[in-house]
């Protein structure tokens, strides 16, 4: 049984950056990728990135590269995801989700962005 | 840049069945897109029902099923319950540089 834990919630301002993070138990961690999703307040659900622990190898969407870097430390099965020069559009909830079946989630993290 | 398009909004009535699907601006979807649908309902996480087409988790109930239909990724409710009144979300699979895509959501009301 997998379990995903992320970092609490985050007020940034705009141009800041944040990161946050998610600590997978159970499972082994590098056998599977990790991606991040967010959902901005009433909202769709948008993809952003997964890293594939293992390989070390992370895809972005087009919409956040240049953004958006996602990384892994396998020492502590935890896997990052850090978005930089936030706006106020990046005020959202970040999930990480196991790739592939999204069997699993993490609770979420809610981001601020507000002056 | 690539999109995945569902039904903004669906009304059905309890204990009758309805078909959400998913289309891509790419093609026909075929099981090559390993299409996921997720359940979600207000203040909750995305509750994953469907993988790789038509495979279910073990808490999707079996009133859920999904298929291919005319080209397209298919969630069919069948029975429906009250409960199921929730925004769906399909989730396609296009590999290379960036892999996932989500739809855009349909709002299922059932009424």
């Known amino acids: 049984q997998v379990q995903l834990v992320q970092s609490g919630a985050e007020v940034k301002k705009p141009g800041s950056s944040v990161k946050v993070s998610c600590k997978a138990s159970g499972g082994t961690f590098s056998s599977y990728a990790i991606s991040w999703v967010r959902q901005a307040p009433g909202q769709g659900l948008e993809w952003m990135g997964r890293i594939i622990p293992i390989l070390g190898i992370a895809n972005y969407a087009q919409k956040f590269q240049g953004r958006v870097t996602i990384t892994a430390d396998k020492s502590t099965s935890t896997a990052y995801m850090e978005l930089s020069s936030l706006r106020s559009e990046d005020t959202a909830v970040y999930y990480c989700a196991r790739d592939g079946d999204y069997e699993y989630w993490g609770q979420g993290t809610l981001v601020t962005v507000s002056s | ?94 590999g290379g540089a960036q892999p996932w895509v989500f739809g855009g959501g349909t709002k299922l009301t059932v009424l």
Do not use: M
């Open chain 2, 1 to 94: 840049q690539t999109v995945v398009t569902q039904e903004p909004s669906l009304t059905v009535s309890p204990g009758g069945t309805v078909t959400l699907t998913c289309a891509s601006s790419t093609g026909a979807v075929t099981s090559g897109y390993y299409p996921n649908w997720f359940q979600q309902k207000p203040g909750q996480a995305p509750r994953a029902l469907i993988y790789s087409t038509s495979n279910k988790h073990s808490w999707t109930p079996a009133r859920f099923s999904g298929s291919l239909l005319g080209g397209k990724a298919a969630l069919t409710l069948s029975g429906v319950q009250p409960e199921d009144e929730a925004e769906y979300y399909c989730l396609l699979y296009y």
